[in-house]
């Protein structure tokens, strides 16, 4: 079994939507009536303002992820030089089958074309050790010092919303 990593097509979207969903609420990240439930299922949204990749097993989506190169309006954490990507997510059913390497793999081969470019960076949440896992082992490394808190973006955000730290993690494209 290997994923095969190609552009979102529109026929594609209810698929990434359940897959984020799943990952991001069953995997137990968020809770159900979280706000960012609403900005995980707007696929639409997403693929009209960056570009998104999905992950195909036996020609089923498995997994997703949205790109943002540099200036992208998506953009949360990277600096200049660095490419960003966001909610890389993988339906459960797929975890521990490549999928989300497969994605990754496409991510920093874009990253390395893209000129001026040197690092991958990416926010994750501190409950996701298993993509922790998989980002350390493709070289990513921790940068504590760019962690951030919605309270950092959110103007007047209620104190019980509050749901960071998010941990930036970095790759340095040698």
């Known amino acids: 079994m290997s994923a095969l990593v190609r552009p979102l097509r529109p026929e594609d979207h209810e698929a990434v939507a359940e897959l984020t969903l799943a990952s991001y609420v069953d995997g137990g990240h968020i809770a159900p009536d979280d706000a960012y439930v ?23 989506v498995a997994g997703s992820v949205v790109l943002t190169p540099p200036g992208s ?12 990507f966001r ?6 059913r797929f975890h521990r089958r490549g999928v989300g390497g ?7 081969a874009r990253a390395r074309a893209e000129e ?3 690092a991958v960076v990416l926010t994750t949440m501190p409950s996701m050790t298993g993509a922790h896992r998989m980002y350390e082992r493709a070289g990513f490394v921790r940068v504590p010092e760019r962690d951030w808190f919605l309270a950092d973006v959110v103007p007047d955000l209620d104190p019980a919303d509050e749901t960071g730290p998010f941990l930036v993690y970095r790759l340095a494209l040698d």
């Open 38 to 60: 609403k900005t995980l299922m707007d696929v639409a949204d997403r693929a009209g303002r960056a570009e998104v990749l999905v992950a195909e097993v036996d020609g089923e």
């Open 73 to 84: 309006p998506l953009a949360e954490t990277s600096g200049d030089g660095e490419y960003e």
């Open 87 to 92: 909610m890389l997510a993988v339906h459960p």
């Open 102 to 108: 497969a994605l990754l793999a496409e991510i920093v």
């Open 116 to 118: 001026g470019v040197d």
